[in-house]
């Protein structure tokens, strides 16, 4: 579990649902978690908006580029109108009390999500 400033959390998704922390659980991921059920992932909202595409996903994964340069792409992408606007409403949902954005990677700290998490608490 990471928390972030701003009340904006990173999780696993594949972690227990924390009722009393989590508050709105959003799932930042392009595609649905292997193996987990949607009952017991516990998602409120899955902005698929504000999630990297599936060509920047398959570059870095592809040895592609550093963490500097996703997370450069990464913001172009969340700039476009669509994305930009669903990370206002996120930022929103964020100023009224907790969020917490579930993730499927491993090592949350060092993903997409907590790149997100930055965005959103600043």
Partial sequence: MAAAAGGVRVRRVYDPPEPGADGVRVLVDRLWPR???????????WPKAVTPSGELRTWYHGGGGTPEEFRERYEAELAAPEAA????????LAARGPLTLLTAVRDPESSHAAVLAELLSG
Avoid: H, N, P, S
């Fill in 35 to 45: 193996g987990l059920a949607k009952a017991a992932a516990a998602v409120d909202e």
């Fill in 85 to 92: 606007e669903e990370l206002e409403r996120l930022r929103g």
